[in-house]
């Protein structure tokens, strides 16, 4: 995938997760449109350009957000770390249950941010927001069960030499 491709779809995302946010927000649960995007190009093995969606949409939330700088970068950094290090115990481009895995990242997402935010002097207690870090966790889980089918469809249709299969199994790697 080309960097240019990859920088418009960054762009796309982090506009729409910060303008149509009141649109998307649903009990004060605010799906990561970045990390969904991550996990999508993660499971359809565009893993070298994860690297960079990380660094760059990283970077684009940090300077959107009014928080400390780096949160967002650390944070996805950790996440991408933990999909590396599962990839080497499992063979997840077999999908399935995998895509699963946005639920504890999204809640490892949320707890990071607040301590990372906690670390530089901004005191938000992880207790008071548990509920809504769960339920944006579920949240992020059911748009990314319904988003990655059809981003498997337009993937298919744009790239149809590309003829990879997505199957509903999970293979232990031996």
């Known amino acids: 995938m080309k960097i240019t491709k990859l920088i418009i779809l960054i762009l796309i995302l982090t506009v729409l997760q910060y303008s149509a946010s009141s649109f998307l927000q649903i ?14 190009l993660f499971f359809m093995d565009y893993r070298n350009e994860v690297i960079f969606v990380v660094i760059f949409g990283g970077l684009l939330l940090d300077l959107l957000n009014s928080t400390s700088f780096g949160s967002n970068l650390i944070v996805l950094a950790i996440i991408v770390s933990g999909l590396y290090a599962a990839q080497r115990y499992f ?47 579920i949240y992020n889980t059911i748009l990314i069960l319904i988003i990655f089918p059809i981003v498997i469809f337009i993937n298919r249709k744009l790239f149809p030499n590309q003829n990879k299969e997505y199957s509903l199994e999970l293979m232990e790697r031996t």
């Open 27 to 40: 009990n004060f649960a605010i799906p990561n449109l970045i990390l969904i995007g991550i996990f999508c």
């Open 91 to 137: 063979e997840i481009s077999k999908i399935p249950l995998f895509i699963l895995l946005i639920f504890p990242a999204s809640i490892i997402y949320d707890a990071v941010y607040i301590l990372y935010n906690f670390l530089f002097g901004i005191h938000l207690r992880i207790f008071d927001f548990w509920q809504m870090i769960l339920f944006t966790a």
